[in-house]
Every structure is written in structure tokens, then in C-alpha cells.
């Protein structure tokens, strides 16, 4: 499969007065077309910030993202569909038309983009309600609205910033299922962050686990699992074990610069751990 | 409504016509007053009154609309502008219309255009502020959303920006018009030859405390009939859609 991302040598420093912070350090990515990445890593990794840059959101200070071998300026349709956290939805625009906006703006003939938009709507299974208005959608039908609103751009890459992280575990676990098969039939390359180890390895064909302070990646895991994939399914469970041990230090060592000097997580194991007494009472 | 009618004709009664510590022409009735109503509606002088004014209103305001708007996305759109120019027109917003009436008198003689500009002038800042607080509030996220989908430049403002601003510029919009009310009625007392506020001024002048009320009395009417015609309408449109109705 040909390259189609491929990210060199970036770093990002944010300066603040007297202080210089850097959030990313060196990062080196390469994407293969229709490839579904996740990112994962402890709060502060720059994850988030990376992926903006992906986006055109933000400027890197040293090195560059290269799509299809050419370097990215803007933000744009030509660059990548972005979906957010929250709900970026317009609350001033119906489902159609937020689905339609980017169309609009690519000066797309309104008959034309009613019907795209109404296919994305169908592929989210939303079109009985394209003429509602935002506000009266469920948390998990906004995020779906907000697929076909990215999906609808048409563009090779898809971004996406914990879209499921203020969900519900069981709206959670519907979209993670309706997602990959979304993935499956429209074969875009997807780029989905997220904190949640479990939804990296359900999702993605390659986990990248980040380390932070300075934000930087620290292992790049393939994932060879069967599609699709079920949420706590054995053989996902013991995968996500693997890239839980690969993040638990980095998460501890987080933690700890949050917590007095004398802590640590051994300290808080107060509950006997379950497994040394499996056999008890026998 | 009846029952304030009642009190204030009770009031009346008391002071004017029992205790005598008023005098009849310190005080109308409300009767008077609807007696006065009607004889200024059977002369056609209230009926020209309305439209003189509404007419001086609706350009003034039009006017405001267009420039405080336009101010309000130029001061947003310089950072320099927006540190330097933001309390200057809170200051100017708090000064009121008839602080003007040198000025206008002086550019444009006492005329109507005299008045339009007293009318532009006292709302004309309060929508700069209002289109100003409503950009510095659209949630920054809808921004970004915007320029992945496209929305740069012009379009960025036409169809995020503005929209997204939309339920505080309504807001302001309607202090405008509030302030457009005031801007009137000070040129129109002291320059005017016709509309409510001559009539206003004219029944002082001839001792009719109950024209004067009469007038009063308009004003709130028409106010109010346009707040719930045109206000409220487009206010209560945009609070459905974006379910600001439910808390």
C-alpha cells in the first residue's frame, strides 16, 4: 500500500514568558493509505496538539507533515476531515445543513450536496431526522452527525480527537462498531486520538503509544486482530494488557509529578490484588 | 392592567379631587387622559405624530444597525483596535443621546437630520459593543470546525462567526433600538415641528398634563407592540434553534 502521510522530525514548543515548553518532541510517522492509527498516551503527551497539527490547526515549530509527499500549509478540505471531542456541531444550522457546510463552502450546486449529505446521513443510519435541529440530538447522534459531516468532506484522511471520550460506555461501544464498518466500506485513512487503551486496540490496525514531558513516541504496536473486533472480547483484552504495561510507567510517572514526592501507585494497593487469592478457600 | 388602571384612578381621586394637595393639572386621570387619546386621534394629530416619528426611528436605527455592526467587526477583527478601542465605546455607550444634541444642532441645523443623527448616534454603540462581546464569545471550537470545512476568510464571518454571534448581537439589537427610542424623543422635544415628541412638548407648553401622558402612554405601546413583533419573534427563533429555551 502507498504512503500517504508521512510526518518528519516535528517538535512544538510553546513559549511562555520566561519558559519554554516542549509538547512534541521529534515525532516520526509514517501512514500507508486506508491505515487505521491510533494515538494514545497519558494527559499532557501532546496528542492532541499532534494531531492538530496533522489538521493545519496548528504550526509546528521544526520539521513538517507531508501528504502525499507534498508539505501542508492550511487547514482545509484538501488536508484532512477533523472531527472534535465535543460536538463541533453549528447549533444554528439543521443535521442537513451542518453535514452540508463544507460542501457549501466548496461551492458544491445545492442539489448535489442534499443528496451527498443525505448519503452520509444514511450511512450513520440519521436520515429521519436531517431536518432537526441540533440541540434536540442525543450526545452519541451528535458525534454520528459529526461523522457525516467530516465523512462528507471527501477527503483521503480523517482525524479524530477522542470523538467517543464524553459518551456513555454503551453509545461508546455501538460507535466504536459502526465506525469500523464505516472504516471498512469508504477505506479512508483514519487517525483517531484517544486515552482509552481498550478503544485503540479495538480500533486501530497500529497503536502508537506517546510518552510525555517532552511529548514524544514511545512505541509503535501493530495490532493483528480480526476484524471486527468486539470490545472485551478475550483476544482484545489481552492486547490491550500489552500496551497497558507499555503506558503504565509513563501514566505513573505523570501522575507522580501531580502527587506529593513520597507516592507512588504500590502505595494505594490497599485491596489485596484478587489473583493471589484465586485458589483460597479450596 | 385594570386593576393599575383602577389604583391610578384611585390615586387620583384622592389627592386631586378629596385631599386637594394636587392640582388637576399636576396630575391627570385616566380618564383625562383617554379623553385626551381620543381628541388627538379625532384631529389626525396623533395618527402624523406616529408615522413622523417611526419613520425618523426606522432610518435612524437602520443606520446604527449597519454602522455598529460594521464598527463591532472592525474593532474584532484588530487585536490592536480591540485593546485600545473597547472602553472608549463603553464610554460612549454610557454617554446619553441628548449629549449630542450640540453637535447635531450645530452640523445639520435644527432639521431632521438632526434627529436621525441623534437617533444613529445613542444606538449605534450600544450594537458596536454587543456585535463586539458576541465575537469575543463564539466558541472557539466552532472557529476551528469552520476552517477544516473550508471556512476561511469572508466565509469564516458570513457563516460561522456572524451566526455564531447571532443570540448576543439580538441582544444588543434591541438595546439599540431601546436607545434609538431615547435619541428621538431629545431631538424631537427640542427640534421638531412634528411627531411625538413635539406633541409631548406642545401639551406642556398649553397645560395639558394629559396629552403629555396620552403621549407617554403611545410610546410604551409601540414600543412594546415591536419588541413582540419583531424582537421577540426573531429572539425567540434563534433561542429554539439552538435550545437555549431549555436549562
Known amino acids: 500500500m502507498k504512503r500517504i502521510l508521512a510526518i518528519e522530525q516535528l517538535s512544538k514548543n510553546f513559549i511562555s514568558w520566561k519558559q519554554t515548553t516542549t509538547t512534541l518532541q521529534d515525532i516520526n510517522i509514517e501512514i500507508k493509505d486506508g491505515e487505521f492509527i491510533c494515538l494514545v ?125 464524553a459518551l456513555d460506555s454503551q453509545t461508546k461501544e455501538i460507535l466504536q462498531l459502526q465506525l469500523q464498518q464505516i472504516w471498512w466500506e469508504t477505506k479512508k485513512t483514519i487517525i483517531f486520538v484517544t486515552h482509552d487503551v481498550e478503544e485503540a486496540v479495538l480500533l486501530g490496525d497500529r497503536v502508537i503509544v506517546m510518552a510525555a514531558n517532552p511529548g514524544r513516541i514511545k512505541k509503535d504496536i501493530k495490532i493483528h486482530l480480526g476484524r471486527p473486533r468486539q470490545a472485551k472480547s478475550l483476544d482484545v483484552t489481552y492486547v490491550v494488557e500489552e500496551v497497558k504495561k507499555e503506558l503504565r510507567e509513563e501514566v505513573e510517572r505523570v501522575a507522580k509529578a501531580e502527587y506529593d514526592s513520597d507516592w507512588s501507585i504500590e502505595k494505594i494497593s490497599f485491596l489485596a490484588n484478587s489473583s493471589d487469592y484465586m485458589a483460597d478457600g479450596i | 392592567m385594570l386593576i393599575l388602571l383602577i389604583i391610578w384612578q384611585t390615586v387620583f381621586e384622592i389627592a386631586v379631587n378629596y385631599l386637594k394637595i394636587w392640582k388637576p393639572f399636576y396630575f391627570p386621570s385616566p380618564l383625562d387622559v383617554g379623553a385626551s387619546l381620543y381628541q388627538l386621534f379625532l384631529d389626525n394629530t396623533l395618527q402624523i405624530a406616529i408615522l413622523v416619528s417611526l419613520k425618523r426611528l426606522v432610518i435612524g436605527y437602520l443606520i446604527s444597525v449597519v454602522l455598529g455592526i460594521f464598527l463591532g467587526l472592525t474593532i474584532a477583527r484588530f487585536k490592536y483596535l480591540t485593546e485600545n478601542l473597547s472602553s472608549m465605546i463603553l464610554g460612549l455607550q454610557t454617554l446619553p443621546s441628548i449629549c449630542w444634541l450640540p453637535f447635531a444642532l450645530l452640523w445639520y441645523g435644527p432639521n431632521e437630520s438632526a434627529i436621525i443623527f441623534l437617533i444613529a448616534i445613542g444606538s449605534t454603540f450600544a450594537i458596536t459593543l454587543a456585535t463586539l462581546s458576541g465575537i469575543q464569545n463564539v466558541n472557539p471550537i466552532f472557529i476551528r470546525a469552520g476552517k477544516t470545512l473550508g471556512a476561511k476568510g469572508f466565509r469564516a464571518y458570513k457563516d460561522i462567526i456572524i451566526p455564531a454571534s447571532l443570540p448576543i448581537l439580538i441582544a444588543g439589537l434591541k438595546q439599540g433600538w431601546a436607545f434609538a427610542w431615547r435619541g428621538l424623543m431629545a431631538g424631537e422635544m427640542i427640534s421638531a415641528t412634528r411627531g411625538l415628541g413635539q406633541v409631548l412638548m406642545a401639551g406642556r407648553e398649553w397645560g395639558g398634563i394629559s396629552q403629555v401622558v396620552a403621549v407617554m402612554v403611545v410610546i410604551i405601546f409601540l414600543g412594546l407592540t415591536i419588541d413582540k413583533l419583531v424582537f421577540s419573534n426573531i429572539e425567540a427563533n434563534i433561542r429554539f434553534r439552538w435550545g437555549l429555551n431549555k436549562t
Not at chain 1, 61 to 89: C, I, T, Y
Not at chain 1, 120 to 127: A, C, F, I, N, P
Not at chain 1, 135 to 163: F, I, N
Open chain 1, 41 to 165: 498516551g497519558p494527559s499532557g503527551c501532546g496528542k492532541s496538539t499532534l494531531l492538530n497539527i496533522i489538521a493545519g490547526l496548528e504550526k509546528p515549530s521544526a520539521g513538517g507533515v507531508f501528504l502525499n509527499g507534498n508539505p501542508l500549509k492550511e487547514a482545509g478540505p484538501d488536508r484532512a476531515a477533523v472531527m472534535f471531542q465535543e460536538s463541533a456541531l453549528f447549533p444554528w444550522l439543521n443535521v442537513l445543513e451542518n453535514v452540508e457546510f463544507g460542501m457549501k463552502m466548496a461551492g458544491i450546486p445545492a442539489e448535489e450536496r442534499q443528496n451527498r449529505a443525505i448519503k452520509y446521513l444514511k450511512l450513520v443510519q440519521l436520515s429521519r431526522f436531517s431536518t432537526v435541529p441540533i440541540h434536540t440530538l442525543s450526545g452519541g447522534m451528535r458525534q454520528r452527525v459529526a461523522l457525516a459531516r467530516a465523512l462528507a468532506m471527501d477527503s483521503r484522511l480523517l482525524l479524530m480527537d477522542e470523538p467517543f471520550s
